[in-house]
């Protein structure tokens, strides 16, 4: 832990602030697929990705999931520093994309070291900033692009965020994250196989190309 810990959050944080991170930081291990928070949940943590990624989606009112970002190692979720300084439950659900690796933060010491650590202040400003690019992206991507394109994109996003070409998924996982239908997805799959862009394997998909 202490060695991935230095390795992704060193350059960012001093010694003092590492330590405290290492002191009161509660280690966490989610396997693919489980879920790390959901909506509704109180938000008492907030996690620091060692190893992993985790993917974020919201809920519309008829239970539909619409994938919103990739959190990877090196960041955190600025979604639940919001939800914790408002003392407000959780409005995402989080869940492992890979199998990953975690500190959960006490919402206690995230408060405090806002005002104790420029740096801290740095790297939850720059999370809030890089959370809003991506939110816009998915906004831009919801209004702007057709659905083949808004596919080959999540495709990439995901390959970018394992750092592996082969994407381990069902036809019915993206339907879900894409807030579409199955027999659409498989379709335009289909297309892009024929197009020479991927390669469709049972349960897994190789990216041809990046």
């Given at each position: ?31 693919q697929g489980e879920k790390l928070m959901d909506i509704g949940d109180n938000v008492q943590t907030m996690p620091l990705l060692l190893q992993g990624a985790v993917k974020v989606m919201r809920e519309d009112d008829d239970g539909n999931e619409l994938l919103l970002y990739f959190i990877e190692r090196g ?136």
């Amino acid at each position: 832990m202490k060695e991935a810990l230095d390795r992704y959050y060193g350059y960012l944080f001093e010694k003092e602030l590492l330590k405290e991170i290492r002191d009161v930081g509660i280690y966490k291990k989610i396997e693919q697929g489980e879920k790390l928070m959901d909506i509704g949940d109180n938000v008492q943590t907030m996690p620091l990705l060692l190893q992993g990624a985790v993917k974020v989606m919201r809920e519309d009112d008829d239970g539909n999931e619409l994938l919103l970002y990739f959190i990877e190692r090196g960041d955190t979720c600025a979604m639940t520093f919001s939800c914790c300084f408002g003392g407000k439950k959780s409005e995402i659900r989080a869940m492992a994309e890979m199998d990953t690796e975690l500190l959960m933060i006490p919402v206690e010491y995230m408060e405090s070291w806002m005002g104790k650590y420029k740096t801290w202040q740095r790297f939850i400003l720059d999370s809030y900033h890089s959370r809003m690019m991506e939110l816009m992206e998915t906004v831009d991507s919801l209004a702007f692009l057709k659905m083949d394109e808004r596919l080959l994109k999540y495709l990439h996003d995901k390959a970018k965020v394992t750092q592996d070409d082969i994407v381990y998924t069902t036809h019915q996982e993206i339907a879900y994250d894409l807030h579409t239908s199955r027999v659409v997805v498989s379709r335009l799959l289909k297309k892009m196989e024929r197009d020479g862009e991927i390669e469709l394997n049972r349960n897994h998909i190789k990216i041809l190309k990046l």
